[in-house]
């Protein structure tokens, strides 16, 4: 089904694996949803700027503040372009699964100050 949906929207079966496991690395309740924090935070790290979360309430029909995995594919087709080369597409994804694994390898710092 999942696999079905990224096709639909134009995603080859590499690109679906790397943004699965994308969204696998940034689930890290494993909830099956991704808050609006942590989406705009993969977008960031993308290289993209959005001038806030509002740009993803069309993405969230319950209005709970959350994406589920078709969502998040809709929001990165939407940022990429889609562009029919895809390598534009395939550079970003990359950079953004490499980007978490290393900040996943980092510590993490307290946050009690």
């Keep these: ?64 503040g959350r994406l589920n995995f078709k969502a998040f594919l809709r929001v990165i087709k939407e940022l990429s372009g889609m562009d029919s080369s895809g390598g534009k597409r395939a550079d970003m994804m990359s950079s953004l699964g490499r980007t978490i694994r290393v900040q996943q390898t980092r510590p993490l710092d307290s946050e009690e100050d």
């Design 1 to 64: 089904e999942e696999r079905r949906g990224a096709v639909e929207l134009g995603f080859d079966d590499l690109e679906f694996r790397e943004l699965r496991e994308v969204f696998s690395m940034l689930d890290t309740e494993q909830a099956g949803c991704l808050s609006f924090p942590v989406v705009m935070h993969a977008i960031t790290l993308m290289g993209h700027e959005l001038a806030g979360e509002d740009i993803l309430k069309p993405y969230d029909p319950d209005r709970l």
